[in-house]
């Protein structure tokens, strides 16, 4: 077995997703899991979960309790602490939440600003955050949670589509940064399709929904190549080719 | 609202369907979500055939996000796990650790929780009793919102009532489960072809000491007599772990069944030399031993849109031979079945369940594509022969048997059980056979 010590960071732990992904991370050699989330009971259960999971006498696993993550002061000094010790080889930065409605987000604006800081800011301030000490370490990789819905802003849910959409730009903006700077940091945005989970459980029945330790089979996979844009599943990258390249007058006209 | 089945696809009918999100939330207990007949169902995986896991009109509390796993002790050999992992995953995460659940149905697809409410047995019952016998413990919540500690010792009426209860005690949120050591992941085996009862009969006498394992194909329409397959295994000393990989798929439900008694009768003879041929011992991993059928995804959907039943009964080892003769006899009468005849010989060992189906006895399991009144006039017959062997049949298979075969099988039981029941729980068979 692997003896190097392997660093996981997994921001909104909680989420099924994030957790999915890491069990196979854990299987396949990372010790050292730190969970960061909103609940300490319900991080600690995903923690001892991992830990049963991976086996491993060396195995360790911290939770991290942030109530706010849109906060920047409290994001910052959870990571400086976080990276004192040891810069993580890779984060994972999976919170956000599709479950509100967009015509109420439309005409509540306080409730469309937090969805706003949920889905895009808070990611962002957590994927520069950990990148500065990447930056100094010469490596690790940031990944962000985005999603199908950021390809292309849609009637049914542009709020969440566009502050998913900005982790787009900001990982664009990163991996320029980072190749001219000559550093071996990745940045990496994963879009999964509807996937089942607590986010889209009221879809049962409605939606053809993946099963999501296949989607997390295919996010690590890609993760481990160096993907910049993971779909997951896979098929989700020709679908949104086509999404995104239908003309305005065709698009326009389709209830999608 | 949304339609929901079981796995013998017999009706689709309106739920809400509520997951579970993590074994602290108690959100759902809320009476809001109630659904329109106002009661709860625990969901585990769908893996029983009748409606036992159907609550039309109400509300499944579904359990598949509930998959984390809480300890693991070797030196005590337990495993505790939330009630929605499924046995395949629990069973694969063991075997490589040299350890395995000591009993596990005849599909891995199931959910611990559902394994427990069903007091599910496997080929091996003669030595480890049922999978409630391998329970220490378990936390079960109440719709009130209480959650008790359940185990022989605590709370033991709830602990007796829960295991083989069906849901309707509550939702099982985490269960600490005893284990089995094993060097791998091969079985021995072998397969010895019967040609009549009193064979097989024989046959399950002599293996019962020597084979952990062991169960009985049975071909219930071609041949003159009641031949079969009998298999018996241990678990091997060889001590190197494979684990499958990848399943096929049965990718649609066709307009009818596709076994019929042509198609019957050619599997059946194929069948039949094919494993007659494999008398010698042989290795063989064990996802193939115990779970042949989940090689191949949604197989159910062979059986047509009308769907199927499971005949599932036991009866007590005096009565035996002459019931499992005469049930043979009616079913190859009425030209019925399917190719998955199922014989064999249950042991001493009591569960703790209450409502648990098995017996010292013997058990004969056996598909049927639903033909309607056919196959129902047919049913009726076997009925008759259960009720005058003293048998019963077996719950998590049945969506059809009169309330007074109910009775007679589980009605002193009955008088315990109800004490435990919760009363906002409820599902298809229980208001069918019990009154609520
Ligand atoms: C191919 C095949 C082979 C089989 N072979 C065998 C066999 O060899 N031996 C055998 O005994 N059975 C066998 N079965 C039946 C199967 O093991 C049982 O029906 C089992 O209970 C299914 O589990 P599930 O998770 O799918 O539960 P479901 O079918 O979803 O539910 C079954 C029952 O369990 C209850 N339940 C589910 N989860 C919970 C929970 N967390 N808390 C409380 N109650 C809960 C439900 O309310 C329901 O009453 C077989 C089934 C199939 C499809
Ligand atoms: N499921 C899909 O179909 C799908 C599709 C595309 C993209 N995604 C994205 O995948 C990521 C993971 O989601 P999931 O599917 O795994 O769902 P999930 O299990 O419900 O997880 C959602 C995560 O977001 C956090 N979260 C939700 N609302 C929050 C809030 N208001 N403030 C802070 N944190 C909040 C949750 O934390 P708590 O546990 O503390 O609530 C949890 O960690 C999300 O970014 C989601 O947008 C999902």
Redesign the pocket.
């Known amino acids: 077995m692997n003896k190097v010590a392997k660093k996981l960071v997994l921001v ?9 992904c890491a069990r196979i991370w854990v299987q396949n050699g990372f010790n050292e899991v730190v969970l960061i ?3 300490r009971k ?1 991080l600690e259960n995903v923690g001892c979960d991992l830990a049963v999971r991976s086996g491993r006498d060396d195995f360790s696993c911290s939770c991290e309790v942030v109530c ?2 849109t906060d920047a002061e409290s994001v910052t000094e959870t990571i400086d602490n976080i990276c004192r010790d040891a810069v993580p080889d890779i984060v994972l ?7 509100d409605m967009n015509e109420e987000l439309q005409q509540n604006l306080s409730r469309l600003k ?1 969805s706003l800081l ?2 895009g800011i ?2 962002v301030l957590y994927a520069q955050g950990f990148a500065r000490h990447m930056e100094k370490k010469g490596a690790g990789h940031v990944v962000m ?5 950021g390809d292309r802003g849609r009637s049914s849910n542009y709020v ?1 589509g566009s502050g ?1 959409s900005l982790l787009d730009t900001y990982a664009e903006g990163m991996r320029h940064y980072f190749a001219l700077k000559k550093c071996g940091v990745m940045v990496t945005v ?11 459980a009221d ?1 049962v029945g409605k939606v053809k ?2 099963d ?1 330790k296949d ?1 997390a089979k295919c996010i690590v996979r890609g993760v481990d190549c160096g993907k910049k844009t993971v779909y997951a599943p896979s098929r989700w990258r020709l679908i949104m080719f086509v999404i995104r390249n239908l003309p305005s007058f065709v698009f326009n006209r389709l209830n999608i | 609202m949304t339609l929901v089945s079981s796995w013998g696809l017999l009706k689709k009918t309106e739920h809400n369907i509520y997951p579970v ?1 993590d074994r602290l939330q108690r959100q759902f207990l809320q009476s809001e979500h109630l659904g329109d007949n106002r009661t709860f169902l625990p969901r585990g995986n769908g893996r029983s055939y009748g409606d036992v896991c159907i609550n039309s009109g109400g509300t499944l509390l579904w359990t598949g ?1 509930l998959d984390k796993f809480v300890d693991f002790d070797p030196q005590n050999m337990t495993v505790t796990v939330e009630s929605g992992v499924l046995l395949r995953d629990l069973q694969r995460f063991l075997v490589v650790k040299g350890f395995m659940l000591p009993v596990t149905p005849g599909t891995q697809e199931v959910s611990v929780g559902g394994a427990i409410a069903c007091d599910v047995h496997c080929k091996n019952h003669h030595m480890y009793g049922t999978f409630g016998c391998n329970v220490k413990s378990f936390k079960l919540l109440r719709t009130d919102g209480e959650l008790l500690t359940c185990s022989s010792s605590e709370n033991a009426g709830f602990f007796k009532a829960t295991i083989g209860g069906l849901g309707l005690t509550g939702l099982v949120v985490e269960a600490t489960l005893l284990l089995k050591k094993v060097a791998g992941s091969w079985i021995n085996a072998e397969n010895i072809p019967f040609a009549n009862l009193n064979e097989f009969f024989d046959l399950s006498k002599a293996s019962e000491n020597k084979y952990e394992h062991t169960v009985s194909w049975i071909d219930c329409i071609t041949g003159d007599g009641e031949r079969g397959i009998f298999m018996r295994g241990n678990n091997s000393e060889r001590r190197d772990c494979e684990l499958l990989k990848g399943s096929i798929n049965f990718p649609f439900t066709p307009p009818f069944s596709l076994v019929n008694s042509l198609s019957l009768r050619l599997f059946n003879t194929f069948y039949y030399y094919a494993q007659s041929l494999k008398s010698r011992p042989f290795w063989v991993q064990y996802e193939k031993f115990f779970y042949p059928l989940d090689h191949v995804g949604n197989w159910n959907r062979i059986y047509g849109k009308k769907g199927f039943y499971q005949y599932q009964c036991v009866v007590p080892m005096s009565a035996g031979y002459d019931a499992v003769s005469e049930i043979q006899q009616q079913i190859a009468k009425a030209n019925e079945g399917s190719f998955l005849g199922v014989l064999k010989t249950f042991g001493r060992k009591k569960s703790p369940g209450l409502l648990s189906f098995p017996v010292h006895g013997v058990t004969y399991a056996l598909d049927f594509p639903n033909r309607g009144d056919k196959t129902e006039k047919l049913f009726r017959n076997l009925d008759s022969i259960v009720r005058e062997s003293g048998g019963r049949l077996y719950l998590a298979k049945d969506a059809r048997q009169p309330k007074e075969l109910f009775e007679l099988g589980y009605g002193d039981a009955m008088n315990e059980f109800i004490k435990y029941a919760d009363p906002r729980i409820s599902s298809d068979l229980s208001r069918r056979l019990m009154g609520f």
């Not at chain 1, 909104?12 to 999915?20: C, E, K, V």
């Open positions: 909104g732990a909680t989420s099924l997703i994030a957790s999915n989330g909103r609940d319900r706010d993550g930065i999976a919170q956000g939440s599709s479950l937090s949920l889905n808070s990611p949670i985005g999603s199908v819905a969440y998913k994963v879009k999964p399709g509807p996937t089942l989970t607590p986010m889209t879809l929904l993946a999501v989607v | 999100a996000f």
